[in-house]
């Protein structure tokens, strides 16, 4: 059985992201008949009954990459690769667990997560060499030390913000992995050293977790990821790019919730939690319509944007958001395409 897997990649593959999909989708299924009897659930401020939803589902995606891992160990293929995405998203996840049990403090989260990516420097399943358009290419290993740390908090923290509405954080973040995937192809393919199989593995590995995650996260929510998802996914991504050598590209398609981020922090003057805020961006009517908050003392946020330019309904300020989010996707992709970078 393991030479038949062996000598067929695509099996691999398909076996490895069928068990992260089996294993999220039977968490997901506990968590949503026991969560909210355990009393570990989030309400839907955006719906005007004010439904409790389950939360912490991250922790179906963190199992269920955890399982679609296990085949690559058990073959001893892309075992460093493999345990740097698993290293890392266990370890942004166990901050989020943390975070959504007990509430971490504005500084203590980004501290920790960007500690989070002590293993992925330990394990070292990257180049150390940083691409920049023009195909200007810094061999900085020993750089890469606080690179990682500083951008781990940077990418979990700004998609953690970005979970605003249902399905935001985890669809944006689907588009996201599928446009590194993308862009990883099309770089090696043109150098012709393509090793397609170490590629779509490790795709394979977080892409059907995150998938199935999204499913139930997406409005109407049956899920809420919580701390636990968004940063998790975040080092699912950074830990990803890294590897593959697309930093620049995942900052490109990130611009959304960096923004997104900058102005929440800027607006508000001080690293802060969603806890803190006394006065909420956007308000919800009795029939459910949307507005955006005129209060001065509400932070900007990208929510908070598009509900002011017109879109009054949750389903709409998510397709908003999404297509704006596709476009950064496409930018990343062509200043690949076009040979910028």
């Known amino acids: 059985m393991g030479r038949m897997l062996l000598e067929n990649p695509m099996l691999i593959m398909i076996a490895s992201g069928s068990i992260g999909f089996a294993a999220s989708l039977l968490t997901l299924k506990y968590i949503l008949r026991s969560f909210v009897k355990l009393g570990i659930y989030g309400v839907d401020y955006h719906k005007p009954e004010k439904p409790r939803i389950p939360e912490m589902g991250g ?17 001893n293929l892309y075992v460093s690769e493999t345990l740097g995405i698993l290293l890392t998203v266990l370890a942004t996840g166990l901050v989020g667990i943390i975070d959504d049990r007990r509430k971490l403090g504005a500084v203590e989260k980004p501290l920790l997560t960007a500690a989070a990516g002590l293993p992925l420097i330990l394990i070292h399943p990257y180049s150390g060499s940083l691409v920049l358009p023009f195909e200007t290419v810094f061999r900085i ?20 913000m970005f979970d605003t509405m249902n399905g935001t954080a985890t669809g944006s973040s689907l588009l996201v992995l599928i446009t590194l995937f993308t862009i990883t192809i099309i770089k090696n393919l043109v150098r012709g050293d393509a090793d397609v199989f170490s590629i779509g593995l490790m795709f394979s ?9 999204f ?14 998802g968004t940063l998790s996914i975040g080092g699912a991504l950074l830990a ?17 919730h960096l923004t997104n981020g900058f102005f929440n922090l800027s607006s508000v003057g001080r690293l802060f939690e969603r806890s803190e805020l006394s006065v909420r961006p956007i308000t919800v009517s ?8 005129r209060d001065l003392k509400t932070p900007i946020t990208l929510t908070r944007f598009v509900a002011a330019l017109g879109f009054r309904s949750e389903k709409e300020i998510f397709n908003a958001i999404m297509i704006l989010c596709v476009f950064s996707d ?7 395409v076009l040979g910028f970078w």
Not at 243 to 255: M, V
């Open 205 to 213: 590995i977080v892409f059907l977790p995150l998938l199935i995650l």
């Open 215 to 228: 499913y139930y996260n997406k409005y109407p929510a049956r899920v809420f990821v919580g701390d636990t």
């Open 240 to 256: 990803f790019s890294i590897i593959q050598g697309c930093e620049i590209p995942l900052i490109i398609s990130l611009l959304p």
């Open 330 to 336: 496409l930018l990343a992709i062509l200043t690949v």
């Open 141 to 160: 290993p020993l750089v890469y030390t606080v690179i990682i740390p500083g951008l781990l908090a940077v990418v979990s923290n700004s998609i953690n």
């Open 286 to 293: 009795e029939n459910g319509v949307i507005t955006a908050n």
């Open 59 to 75: 922790l179906a995606f963190i199992i269920g990459v955890l399982a679609a891992s296990l085949p690559a160990f058990l073959l």
